[in-house]
């Protein structure tokens, strides 16, 4: 059974970090590319960033994260890593983690409807 479990969220002031965790369960993390999406009220979700399956590692990036935002894997823990430096109040969001268990099309990373499996999601608030 395919499972997709977040942590890391929290409330952090403006400027600070977050790390958010994403660990795998029922197939081989590596094999895949595992996306990050966020929804906050009101909004539709939105590709934050996506990591492609270990063959070659490929990392893709919303702009609006770019520079901020590190994806990373550990193969051996099942799981992947958001690193969210500098936050600003416009990063509240539910964050979710997602996998399609299929050969990653770069143009696709960030289409929602790519991926058919979910995590439940952890809540970012930054605020002062």
């Known amino acids: 059974q395919v499972q997709l479990v977040e942590s890391g969220g929290g409330l952090v002031q403006p400027g600070g970090s977050l790390r958010l965790s994403c660990a795998a369960s029922?197939?081989?993390?590596?094999?895949?590319?595992i996306a990050w999406f966020r929804q906050a009220p009101g909004k539709e979700r939105e590709g934050v960033s996506c990591i492609s399956s270990s063959d070659d590692n490929s990392t893709y990036y919303a702009d609006s994260v770019k520079g901020r935002f590190t994806s990373s894997r550990d193969n051996a823990k099942n799981s992947v890593y958001l690193q969210m430096n500098s936050l600003k109040p416009e990063d509240t969001a539910v964050y979710f983690c997602?996998?399609?268990?299929?050969?990653?099309?770069?143009?696709?990373?960030?289409?929602?409807?790519?991926?058919?499996?979910w995590g439940q999601g952890t809540q970012v608030t930054v605020s002062s």
């Open positions: 029922g197939f081989t993390l590596g094999y895949y590319a």
């Open positions: 997602a996998t399609e268990l299929t050969v990653l099309i770069p143009s696709m990373w960030n289409n929602s409807e790519y991926y058919d499996y």
